[in-house]
């Protein structure tokens, strides 16, 4: 068994089919999975911009998957309860302002105003590199308010989840940081490319010499074949004795000895 998540840092470099990543951190109490929304430009860095989705903080009745998480208290979707992992302690956590929870929290509730540019959940990661370039950490934490009947206090109060408080953890790349990185990540590549090519196109220009160079030395060794050395190569014997070549005949040589002194 493996853990695939990160922890908002550094990731592994995106693939181009990647739709998802999956973030966690201890104060969460589990793995958030973000879905990828839209590409966005960081000071000409081209990253792409994932967000905690509606399903993220759904129960396990509306996203099936979260059903693990789930506790005795049965709370419509858009609020976590952390008391498993808190100590048993009655708070549950959301996105500020009930964002992207169920109208019914913001009914028991009033002067909340949910909107994405200040509440959403955001992470920018450049795909080359894996790097978090900017980060929208926003989470809220609410009391779960419940009866009690062994505290008068609490003996009739109205059940409902009270924001406490929110916060944010916001990250942003400067321009100047953002020159650095491209200088350092993505200029040698296009650099490394060029000079691939140049080096591919040498190879192909001495390739093709040196194919020249072999066709026209077998077409010079066929010619040398087909005509022959004139130094060693003897076309036929006349019927004196005679060796006939291409300058004309030389004479026959008598390697016998006649008996007589």
Known sequence: ???????????????????????????????????????????????RRFSAMESVLANGTDN??????????????GVMDLSPCRYDTPVALSFPHFYLASPSYL?????????ASHHEFF??????????????????????????????QFSNITELVLPVLWQ?????????????????????????????????????VLLLVACTLLIYHWFDMRRQSRQGSPLLIYDDVDEEGTHSTEDGVSPKTNDHYDGAA
């Not at 693990?68 to 709370?75: G, P």
């Not at 920018?124 to 505290?151: F, V």
């Open 1 to 47: 068994m493996y853990l695939q998540d990160f922890d908002g840092e550094l990731d592994p470099p995106l693939t181009k089919e990647q739709e998802t990543i999956t973030l966690f951190q201890t104060d969460l109490c589990r793995s958030w999975k973000l879905n990828y929304k839209e590409e966005v430009n960081n000071h000409g860095m081209k990253c």
């Open 64 to 77: 099936p998957e979260n059903s693990c998480f789930s506790t005795r208290r049965l709370l419509p979707s």
């Open 107 to 115: 009914n028991d509730v009033e002067g909340l105003k949910p909107n």
């Open 123 to 152: 992470l920018d990661i450049h795909p080359m590199s894996g790097i978090s370039t900017s980060i929208g950490a926003r989470i809220q934490l609410n009391a779960i308010l419940e009866q009690d009947k062994k505290i008068r």
């Open 168 to 204: 944010e953890v916001s990250g942003y790349l400067t321009e100047e940081l953002a020159d650095e990185l491209l200088k350092d990540l993505e200029d040698p590549l296009i650099y490394g490319a060029d000079f691939a090519y140049c080096f591919l196109a040498i190879g192909v």
